[in-house]
């Protein structure tokens, strides 16, 4: 085989995809910064990677994003109405303290929704629910929240819209072969995987998952709180009586945080702040022993003896939950800022007791630590409180919260926008994306959505990173690198079938998918895999499907897909945990997509 000789434009492109590869590898900005850097970079070096103003920006008029928008929207309309928690309750009913059926429960919920509603939707949506699932029934998190994220994977795959991967894919393929994807393309592929998955987590998968977490019934107890939660008065003599509480806290340079104020049988939480501190007051307090016996001396405080700080004890306010966890979603504008710089106490009214992230538990001088995406934050604060921040996107509330604001009346309309959508792209009545925008407004006309909710639905990070790696794909074509790539790929045909060359992009890609994002995985590699088709005289759209499936399923780590991510602190999972369940899964994925992609498609 004769490798294609390199242009000085592929070079600058190969120089580009390392540099991103870099960055998105280690995330020192965020991945849509880095997408859109990407785009730039390709305009800036136009004459060379033959990328004009109008092609560097093409990403953003692309069907595929465009669909990937609207598609955000339709899922935001179904979850506004409730009916996904409603179906979560009422199976949870029936599993009791079954650790077999409550993990069967889970992927056969998140499996088939992921299919007709964005996957990372889905288990955004069904988090609370597995984790209370988890709780009542005496099972530890960790048994059930990684099978909660593959599974959401693999359904994904049922359908063309579960994904955005799937969708960016389809656009990619109808551009490069004239053949995109239908809505139901590959859902018998999609079954097939999904069906096997479910059974290695079930006989397999659920032996090498974790107990990070032991089932306790107090959030408290999960976090190890009992030495580092306790009860004080305030002393008649006490220095600190006639200041605000926000004026105590500013003056001390204890590592304490006031988080409750019992005064006269009644329980005040946040916003604490104004309060005028009185003699006889009892505040429930956050800091560790040592600093407690420094503190009673020095602002005149008794301890209260043989008081332990519970859950039933910070809920005494009684109106609703008042102590929750919530995951830093991974496009949250905290991530990289910590609790004194984001002003959470006084933003959200809301005290954060204690940081998981992943296995490590951390409980003493927070608010300098910079936050991490997948960080799950233990916080108090009023019903109120929880109930905005439940609606705020920085975050997922990792427990049931009541939501009294769900259109139920609105069910029976927003199923049948998102069926009506499936089925005008199913029959080829309209395109995709233009059945999934009428739909989007036909959630906003029908009151599904309020207007000001379609802003709120999108993941705006990802319809940048979608619109800055689409005209890289461009790039690899008009300069070559992507011929290049795809000749030095192929040099394995010499030892490999076809077949065997379709199995080493499906690992290829699943290795990238692991490092850097889906997305970027299936723009840098489905141009090279069609060249590298049409070099073997294989099927092209074979090799597209193979990448397509492959960068849907980052099962090795926990920052190759956002749903990992997701679960990671609430399981209390460590890095390996995903390498030891993912690894042997990923595998298996590749022989049975590899092998299922030739029976159905052939090669």
């Known amino acids: 085989m004769v490798v294609t000789a390199l242009d000085p434009g592929a070079l600058v492109v190969f120089a580009i995809i390392l540099v991103a590869l870099f960055l998105f590898a280690t995330e020192p900005v965020p991945v849509d910064i880095t997408a859109i850097g990407i785009m730039v970079a390709l305009m800036v070096f136009g004459p060379l990677t033959g990328i004009t103003p109008e092609d560097g920006i093409s990403g953003f008029a692309s069907p595929a994003t465009v669909t990937v928008l609207a598609m955000f929207i339709l899922s935001y309309g179904i979850q506004r109405t409730g009916v996904v928690q409603m179906l979560g309750t009422w199976v949870g009913r029936?599993?009791?303290?079954?650790?077999?059926?409550?993990?069967?429960?889970?992927?056969?919920?998140?499996?088939?929704?992921?299919?007709?509603?964005?996957?990372?939707?889905?288990?955004a949506i069904l988090l609370p629910m597995v984790t209370d699932l988890a709780h009542k029934g005496r099972t530890s998190p960790s048994k059930l929240l990684i099978p909660l994220?593959?599974?959401?994977?693999?359904?994904?795959?049922?359908?063309?819209?579960?994904?955005?991967?799937?969708?960016?894919?389809?656009?990619?393929?109808g551009r490069l072969l004239g053949r995109s994807f239908t809505m139901?393309?590959?859902?018998?592929?999609?079954?097939?995987?999904?069906?096997?998955?479910?059974?290695?987590?079930?006989?397999?998968?659920?032996?090498?998952?974790?107990?990070?977490?032991?089932?306790?019934?107090?959030?408290?107890?999960?976090?190890?709180?009992?030495e580092y939660l306790t009860e004080v008065v305030v002393r008649?003599?006490?220095?600190?009586?006639?200041?605000t509480v926000q004026e105590a806290l500013k003056e001390t340079d204890f590592d304490v945080d006031l988080i409750q104020l019992i005064r006269n049988d009644a329980v005040f939480l946040e916003p604490l702040g104004p309060k005028t501190i009185q003699a006889g007051d009892i505040f429930a307090v956050r800091t560790d022993r040592r600093t407690l016996v420094q503190l009673l001396d020095a602002e005149g405080l008794d301890l209260l003896p043989e008081v332990k700080?519970?859950?039933?004890?910070?809920?005494?306010?009684?109106?609703?939950?008042?102590?929750?966890?919530?995951?830093?979603?991974?496009?949250?504008?905290?991530?990289?800022?910590?609790?004194?710089?984001a002003n959470f106490r006084q933003r959200y009214d809301a005290t954060v007791l204690a940081v998981r992230r992943g296995g490590e538990l951390i409980r003493q001088r927070m608010d300098n630590s910079p936050l991490r995406a997948g960080d799950t934050l233990l916080v108090q604060a009023t019903t109120e409180s929880i109930n905005r921040l439940s609606r705020n996107r920085n975050f997922i509330i990792a427990q049931e919260v009541e939501r009294p604001d769900y259109r139920e009346s609105k069910i029976p309309i927003a199923v049948g926008i998102v069926v009506g959508v499936v089925a005008l792209a199913a029959l080829n009545v309209v395109p995709i994306v233009v059945s999934a925008l009428g739909g989007a407004i036909a959630m906003v006309a029908t009151g599904c959505l309020r207007p000001p909710e379609v802003y709120e639905a999108?993941?705006?990070?990802?319809?940048?990173?979608?619109?800055?790696?689409?005209?890289?794909?461009?790039?690899?074509?008009?300069?070559?690198?992507?011929?290049?790539?795809?000749?030095?790929?192929?040099?394995?045909?010499?030892?490999?079938?076809?077949?065997?060359?379709?199995?080493?992009?499906?690992?290829?890609?699943?290795?990238?998918?692991?490092?850097?994002?889906?997305?970027a995985s299936v723009v840098l590699m489905i141009p090279v895999a069609i060249q590298a088709a049409a070099d073997i005289d294989a099927n092209a759209f074979s090799f597209v499907l193979a990448v397509t499936f492959a960068a849907s399923t980052a099962f090795m780590t926990p920052v190759g897909y956002q749903t990992n991510l997701f679960v990671y602190g609430p399981g209390g999972y460590k890095f390996m945990d995903f390498v030891k369940v993912g690894t042997p899964l990923q595998l298996v994925f590749a022989v049975v997509t590899t092998v299922g992609i030739y029976m159905i498609w052939g090669v």
């Open 94 to 123: 029936y599993t009791r303290e079954s650790e077999s059926r409550q993990l069967f429960a889970t992927m056969g919920i998140v499996g088939p929704i992921s299919g007709f509603i964005n996957n990372t939707a889905a288990v």
């Open 149 to 173: 994220s593959y599974a959401s994977m693999f359904g994904g795959m049922l359908t063309l819209i579960g994904t955005s991967t799937s969708i960016l894919a389809s656009d990619l393929s």
């Open 184 to 226: 139901f393309e590959f859902t018998q592929l999609g079954a097939i995987v999904t069906v096997v998955g479910i059974i290695y987590l079930l006989v397999v998968g659920r032996f090498l998952l974790p107990e990070r977490i032991k089932p306790e019934e107090d959030l408290t107890e999960e976090y190890q709180m009992a």
């Open 236 to 243: 008649k003599d006490s220095p600190i009586i006639g200041q």
């Open 309 to 341: 700080v519970t859950d039933e004890e910070l809920e005494k306010m009684g109106e609703g939950r008042n102590l929750v966890e919530m995951v830093v979603a991974p496009s949250s504008a905290l991530v990289g800022q910590s609790l004194s710089t």
């Open 458 to 519: 999108v993941q705006w990070d990802v319809i940048f990173l979608l619109a800055g790696v689409i005209p890289l794909g461009i790039a690899m074509e008009r300069t070559g690198a992507a011929e290049l790539l795809a000749d030095l790929i192929v040099m394995s045909a010499d030892v490999l079938p076809a077949i065997g060359v379709l199995g080493v992009f499906y690992i290829g890609t699943a290795l990238l998918t692991n490092i850097i994002s889906n997305n």
